[in-house]
């Protein structure tokens, strides 16, 4: 079965603090990558999606490595309401309607 | 504009019963999707609709049919509600995938189903 992994965490981080997490994917033929976000008992969201050379949004920056095959998340100035957990999404080239979805990363904000 | 909704937010099936979950979105889109999601596990896609009309099985079909009664609306059913059904299934929706590069567009989820089948 075709995977992807992540840490479950939960990572506990100060606000204000930096943090980062990765998610490694099995198949070296997957071609697209996403973030999303899903709070406790709510649906998952779009965060951003993540592109070869790299792509920055306000405190977010996502990277990618083909040669590792994996993908990171860079959190900056950590507030209170990025207090979630974080999906890792990858698309392979053979189909376009099935993603795969990571089991996510918790991430606690703590005052 | 509701987005993506689901009904119902939450049941209880005792094993061997059935049931019908219902999905309506009113963003226009082609494309339409149901995931069951459990702890420790990733979403994993049960039946999907490429469009109107079509529906093709996902990673995890066995247990449960779908509908695309129109656009708008696409239902996933139990026949036979077993323990292991019992889950949070999502509902979602998206424009079709664009064809260059494959890039998906973003799926738009409903708020979800907590079903425990005892």
């Known amino acids: 079965r075709k995977e992807v992994e992540q840490d479950p965490g939960p990572f506990n981080v100060p606000e204000g603090a930096t943090v980062a997490f990765n998610c490694t994917y099995s198949?070296?033929?997957?071609?697209?990558f996403f973030w999303y976000r899903q709070d406790c008992r709510k649906e998952p969201k779009l965060l951003m999606s993540?592109?070869?050379?790299?792509n920055e949004d306000g405190r977010f920056t996502a990277q990618l490595n083909r040669a590792s095959q994996y993908i990171s998340l860079l959190i900056r100035d950590s507030k209170l309401s990025d207090s979630a957990t974080y999906l890792c999404?990858?698309?392979?080239?053979?189909?376009?309607?099935?993603?795969?979805w990571g089991a996510g990363t918790k991430l606690i904000i703590k005052p | 504009n509701a987005g993506v909704t689901q009904t119902p937010k939450f049941q209880v099936l005792k094993t061997g019963q059935s049931m019908t979950l219902q999905c309506a979105q009113d963003?226009?889109?082609?494309?339409m999707y149901w995931y069951r999601q459990d702890p420790g596990m990733g979403l994993r896609l049960i039946y999907y609709?490429?469009?109107?009309?079509?529906?093709d099985k996902g990673e995890v079909p066995n247990g449960y049919n779908v509908s695309r009664l129109n656009k708008r609306e696409f239902s996933l059913r139990l026949e036979s509600a077993a323990p292991s059904q019992t889950s949070v299934y999502f509902c979602?929706?998206?424009?079709?995938?664009?064809?260059?590069?494959?890039?998906?567009?973003?799926?738009?989820f409903g708020p979800g189903t907590r079903l425990t089948v005892t």
């Open positions: 979602a929706s998206s424009s079709t995938p664009g064809q260059l590069a494959g890039v998906p567009y973003e799926q738009y």
């Open positions: 963003m226009n889109h082609n494309s």
């Open positions: 609709s490429a469009s109107e009309g079509t529906t």
């Open positions: 198949n070296s033929a997957s071609q697209s």
């Open positions: 993540v592109y070869s050379s790299g």
């Open positions: 999404v990858a698309k392979d080239l053979d189909s376009n309607y099935q993603l795969i």
